[in-house]
């Protein structure tokens, strides 16, 4: 049996970079917020307090220079619209399902589809031991593949055992198929509920 680590494929989107812009805006609003608190209450003068949000000598400076202000204002405002239609792109785009590519010749190149790989593996997955169903889905890139398992398990079955028959026999053959050592593969088990029985 191989060496069995955590797996480092996301069973979803990867959101790091979301996450990472949500946590940044949210400590900047919260200094921004922390800091109209403070001077807001006068713990910074009382004649700081008083003063008007838009210091008057901006103001002056934007009444003056309008045309200035204005485009600066439009350009501001372009570029956020830039940013939010990359994000919202990003965000909506469909996640990779790379096709493998077995051999590279003068002939010709023979690959395999994601989409044959996941019913290849998938009808091996469902060939184990007290697993009812299985999906699976091809995720990464052509250069570094990986899989996503979702078995669901009948009531009652060995865990354990569906572990190692799933590791020795359907991933040791999706890496031998396709020629890699490692396969980086997130498993999600589901246990099915026996039918209801009705009492008569």
Do not use: C, Y
């Amino acid at each position: 049996m191989s060496e069995t680590k955590p797996s480092s494929t996301p069973i979803g989107r990867g959101a790091g970079f979301e996450r990472g812009a949500v946590v940044l805006l949210g400590l900047l609003s919260l200094l921004v917020g922390a800091a109209a608190i403070v001077v807001g209450s006068g713990a910074l003068g009382v004649f700081r307090a008083q003063r008007p949000v838009a210091d008057p000598l901006v103001v002056q400076w934007v009444r003056d220079n309008s045309r200035l202000a204005a485009l600066i204002g439009i350009v501001a405002g372009l570029v956020l619209l830039v940013l939010g239609l990359w994000w919202l792109v990003r965000a909506l785009r469909p996640e990779q399902r790379p096709d493998f590519r077995l051999e590279h010749s003068d002939s010709g190149d023979l690959s395999v589809t994601a989409g044959a790989l996941s019913d290849a593996v998938r009808a091996d997955a469902e060939r184990v031991h007290g697993v009812k169903r299985a999906r699976v889905r091809m995720a990464g890139t052509e250069r570094s593949p990986s899989l996503r398992l979702t078995l669901s398990l009948q009531e009652g079955t060995n865990v354990r055992h569906v572990w190692e028959e799933l590791d020795e026999k359907v991933l040791a053959r999706a890496r031998q198929a396709l020629g890699l050592e490692t396969l980086p593969t997130a498993i999600r088990l589901r246990l099915d509920r026996a039918p209801k029985q009705r009492v008569q």
